[in-house]
């Protein structure tokens, strides 16, 4: 078990008169090199599932696991070396660095620019079909594109695991579909955890957690996607 959320709650504005329940009761476990998808609509508290899962959160009550580790019993340094070394994110904005090029962007996270590091960000690029952009900068490519090497730049430290909080939303439907075939290759030897609106995207997701006011409402399971 890669995961596992026991009685999960999240609240917000504690001690003042309107509290908010992000995340209500979550009883929760998922297997890793799996392709996750999380629905529901706004507010339902879909990033909030995710970045409790990520250790950036911890939750009011309630346990939350990654493997043996329970993230309430380590230091918040701690949880923050277990990001990054496990854990690769991507977000709506791609958050790249416009005077940075491609290669130099994916290179961020490691803080390494040696002649291997760089191998692997080619090999990276190569897959995600990017080799030739590899000296642009961001703003000299689409928002597909730019999406993509968000997508590099959360592999090039081989993570065990893949957030990513509505990483299409700002996206044409095929750019979006586009995106998601480069990162769906990842889910057999990773897990893969994407946050969306669009069904559209999460056509090959393993499972698909259905959020509703910050409960589960439905797990469809085992979807048998390519
Ligand atoms: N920092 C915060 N302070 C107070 N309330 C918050 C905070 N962050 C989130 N919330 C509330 O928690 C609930 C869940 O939020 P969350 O961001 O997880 O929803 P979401 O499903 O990701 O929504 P969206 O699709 O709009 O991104 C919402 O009611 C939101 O208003
Ligand atoms: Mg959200």
Redesign the pocket.
């Known amino acids: 078990m890669i995961f596992k959320l026991e009685s999960v709650n999240?609240v917000?504005?504690i001690g003042k008169e309107a509290q908010?329940?992000?995340?209500k009761d979550i009883n929760l476990s998922l297997d890793g090199n799996r392709f996750i998808g999380i629905m529901?609509?706004?507010?339902?508290?879909?990033?909030?599932?995710?970045?409790t899962m990520a250790g950036f959160k911890i939750p009011t009550s309630g346990k939350v696991c990654y493997g043996e580790i329970d993230y309430d019993e380590i230091s918040s340094s701690k949880r923050a070396e277990i990001r990054r070394k496990d854990f690769g994110f991507i977000f709506q904005r791609h958050f790249l660095i416009d005077y940075m090029t491609v290669m130099e962007n994916i290179l961020v996270p490691i803080n390494d620019d040696g002649r291997e590091v760089k191998i692997k960000a080619m090999s990276i690029l190569n897959k995600l079909e990017l080799l030739n952009l590899a000296d642009k900068k961001p703003y000299q490519l689409s928002g597909g594109q730019r999406q993509k090497v968000a997508i590099a730049r959360a592999l090039i430290g081989d993570p065990k695991v893949i957030f990513a909080?509505?990483p299409t939303a700002a996206l044409d439907h095929n750019s979006a579909i586009e995106v998601m075939r480069f990162l769906e290759n990842y889910k057999r030897d990773k897990m893969i955890v994407v946050?969306t609106?669009d069904p559209c995207i999460l056509q090959n997701a393993n499972h698909i957690i259905n959020?509703l006011d910050?409960t589960i409402a439905s797990i469809d399971k085992d979807r048998g996607g390519i």
Do not use: F, R
């Open positions: 999240l917000y504005d908010t329940y992000a995340l529901g609509p706004s507010g339902s508290g879909k990033s909030s599932l995710l970045y909080d509505e946050v609106h959020m910050g």
